[in-house]
């Protein structure tokens, strides 16, 4: 057999680019490995789940309290009051839909986690 075999030319050129996905890889590997630093996991997860957790905290809190002003202070009945309520909680609750799109979209994991966490400590 020559080398202009179509059989042999076509395992040289997959050889060849075995290799050449090796090296990608490598080098890849290599990038994501980056200064050592890792940011990502379990280091950043207790300040995520106390964030949420304080953050449902306060709006139960809330939520609570404005269906007792609404009924005493608007005199509102205890039903509309409450459906207002629930709207409330569901947009608040859907909004995180339109948020993970910008965090996703535009900004960063930190810096969307630190503005969530100013805008929810503000009010």
Request: no cysteine; proline share 2%.
């Amino acid at each position: 057999m020559d080398a202009s075999d179509p059989r042999q030319q076509q395992e040289q050129e997959h050889k060849a680019m075995s290799k050449e996905q090796t090296t990608a890889m490598k080098a890849l590997a290599e990038e994501e490995a980056g200064d050592g630093h890792n940011h990502r996991g379990w280091k950043a997860m207790p300040y995520v789940i106390g964030n949420e957790t304080f953050e449902k905290l306060g709006t139960i809190g809330t939520l609570s309290n404005m269906l007792v002003y609404l009924t005493t202070v608007y005199h509102m009945p205890s039903v509309n009051a409450a459906t207002l309520l629930n709207v409330f909680s569901g947009t608040s609750n859907l909004a995180t839909v339109l948020g993970a799109y910008v965090s996703d979209t535009y900004l960063g994991r930190y810096t969307t986690i630190a503005a969530a966490t100013v805008s929810s400590f503000t009010g």
